[in-house]
């Protein structure tokens, strides 16, 4: 059983470079991912690339599992797991604030959206998605 969560955890999980993402197939079977995440209020926030598989998974089972790891996803022994329940927004509102809160903590997100904004007058970029993330 996993102990309970206080409001810091939150910002445990958010003060993280990289946190591996786990989302279960239908099997139930964990598929993980290092992703960049951020607080945003009571919730932690994902972006991605839509459609994406973490998406597709997500449709089906909400439940999630974040664990602090590398950019290459590796978790460290003894690393703790925060489990929780995911939402998906792909309304431009819901995406836009979602970028928003990965860009006040990654220099390397607005950097990239900015280039997008240059860029996509040639050639339309992959719509994203935002996740959010409640703790449980």
């Known amino acids: ?3 309970p969560r206080t409001p ?4 445990v999980v958010a003060a993280h470079r990289y946190v591996s993402l786990t989302t279960f197939r239908r099997s139930g079977e964990p598929v993980s991912t290092p992703v960049w995440v951020a607080r945003d209020g009571d919730e932690l926030v994902v972006v991605t690339v839509d459609p994406s598989g973490k998406l597709k998974r997500l449709a089906h089972d909400p439940r999630v599992e974040l664990r602090p790891c590398d950019m290459r996803g590796r978790v460290p022994d003894g690393a703790p797991a ?8 792909r309304s431009p509102e819901g995406v836009a604030a979602v970028k928003r809160a990965i860009g006040r903590k990654y220099v390397m997100a ?3 959206d900015a280039l997008a904004a240059v860029t996509d007058r040639v050639r339309r970029r992959t719509p994203r998605a935002g996740i959010r993330i409640t703790l449980d």
């Open 82 to 89: 925060y489990a929780g329940t995911a939402v998906v927004d």
């Open 1 to 3: 059983m996993a102990p």
């Open 8 to 11: 810091g955890d939150l910002d």
């Open 110 to 112: 607005r950097l990239g």
